[in-house]
């Protein structure tokens, strides 16, 4: 984070960004573990978003699996209360298309800025844990699965989340990541 804070910026306002994984922050980073980890990982981030804020780099969190979703929300709420970031636009996370909270973890997303006056950057992925999330529900005997079984349904849920991105435009920075042809097309 530091060496690209040193690198001179481009005409654009931001520079190029990092991408932070929590679970790589907290060796114990679980539902279980929610009351060590949670304030301990608002912590680490919020660190790295004021040394990211000050050199005005982008920091985005990334997603994980399915049952971290609450534990990342609260952490990363936790993280933009801060004073030192009032006004700081860089702050984010990737959102998960696959999962089929997608469309309310946006509308959070949305509403935090809103909450704070500033904009947000949401990058929004198909998702990378669709096998673990599958045999995870399996083997939990869960009635059903926390992500779409369907790739089309996916992709689907990937379009739908990307206007819901753009039409919030006024609280949040849309990202959007894709291999697919057609999702960029669309």
Same mark, same amino acid.
């Given at each position: 984070?530091e060496e690209i #804070?040193?690198?001179?910026a481009?005409?654009?306002?931001? $520079?190029? #960004?990092?991408? +932070?994984?929590?679970?790589?922050l907290?060796? $114990? ?11 301990a =990982?608002t912590?680490?981030?919020? +660190?790295l978003? *004021?040394?990211a804020?000050r050199?005005?780099t982008?920091?985005t969190v990334d997603?994980?699996? *399915?049952?971290?979703l609450? =534990?990342?929300?609260?952490?990363i709420g936790n993280?933009m209360e801060?004073?030192?970031?009032s006004?700081?636009e860089g %702050?984010g996370l990737? +959102? ?8 309310? +973890?946006?509308?959070w997303?949305?509403?935090q800025?809103?909450?704070?006056? $500033?904009r947000m950057?949401v990058?929004l992925v198909k998702g990378a844990y ?8 399996q083997v939990? #005997?869960?009635?059903?699965?926390? *992500? %779409?079984?369907r790739k089309?349904?996916?992709d689907?849920s990937?379009i739908? #989340?990307a206007?819901?991105?753009l039409?919030?435009r006024?609280?949040l920075?849309?990202?959007l990541a ?6 960029v097309?669309?």
């Amino acid at each position: 984070l530091e060496e690209i #804070g040193k690198v001179p910026a481009a005409a654009e306002k931001m $520079r190029d #960004g990092l991408s +932070v994984k929590l679970s790589a922050l907290h060796p $114990r980073y679980s539902a279980a573990q929610e009351s060590d980890c949670v304030p301990a =990982l608002t912590e680490k981030l919020r +660190v790295l978003a *004021v040394l990211a804020a000050r050199s005005n780099t982008p920091l985005t969190v990334d997603a994980e699996e *399915v049952d971290r979703l609450a =534990l990342s929300l609260a952490i990363i709420g936790n993280t933009m209360e801060d004073p030192a970031l009032s006004g700081w636009e860089g %702050f984010g996370l990737a +959102v998960q298309a696959y999962q089929k909270r997608c469309p309310a +973890v946006v509308e959070w997303c949305a509403e935090q800025a809103q909450a704070r006056g $500033r904009r947000m950057q949401v990058r929004l992925v198909k998702g990378a844990y669709w096998d673990a999330e599958i045999k995870r529900a399996q083997v939990m #005997g869960l009635p059903d699965y926390p *992500v %779409f079984t369907r790739k089309e349904n996916t992709d689907l849920s990937y379009i739908a #989340g990307a206007a819901r991105l753009l039409a919030h435009r006024d609280r949040l920075y849309p990202m959007l990541a894709t291999h697919n042809a057609h999702t960029v097309c669309a």
